[in-house]
């Protein structure tokens, strides 16, 4: 009988250390699994030195882009002058969207005289990542251009982190390319 004591008290006493094991583990993997915020950010988003494309939405990286040089339209086909580019740096997610801007026809697409143009590209995911150049594409869609000088603007929406929260942010792109209808 006093072996029959002593298994149920050693029993007992290992039943009990299990069970404040496992209550620690769940405890402890279950403040593990809180995720906690991001940094905020104050100002506006400060660069990192980040070199790789995120697999998150949200960046602290600002995208950067430039507009340079002119497209020649003939009547037929768009002529690029040799600095024609689109030029983008620190872009990090395919989803940024990417847009335009065109004077004195605005907003895009909707111009005093009907116009209704399209200007490419307009998505970041056709593009290599992080940075590069790519020509412009412009489409009348049918219409009749009104002036012949058109400046064309871009500007990049990006997702950030900002005060704790993902916020669609606005990156405007640096000098202009000329739309010129001969």
Known sequence: MENNKNTF??????FAVVLVAVFLFYKKS???????PSPSVSGGVTPTNSTSPSSSPTS??????????????DGE????TGSQEFNYQNV????????WQISPSTPLGTGPSGENFDIGPNRVSGLAPL???DYLTVSFNGTVP????YELSASIDYVAVVDNAAKILNAKCSGKTTLTIK
Not at 146 to 149: I, M, R, T, V
């Open 9 to 14: 008290w050693i029993g007992l006493v290992v």
């Open 30 to 36: 279950g403040t593990d699994n809180n995720i906690s």
């Open 60 to 73: 602290d990286i600002a995208p950067k882009c430039q507009l340079t040089g002119e497209i020649v339209f």
């Open 77 to 80: 086909v768009f002529v690029h």
């Open 92 to 99: 990090l997610d395919p989803h940024d969207i990417i847009k």
């Open 131 to 133: 940075k590069g150049s």
């Open 146 to 149: 009104k002036y012949k000088k």
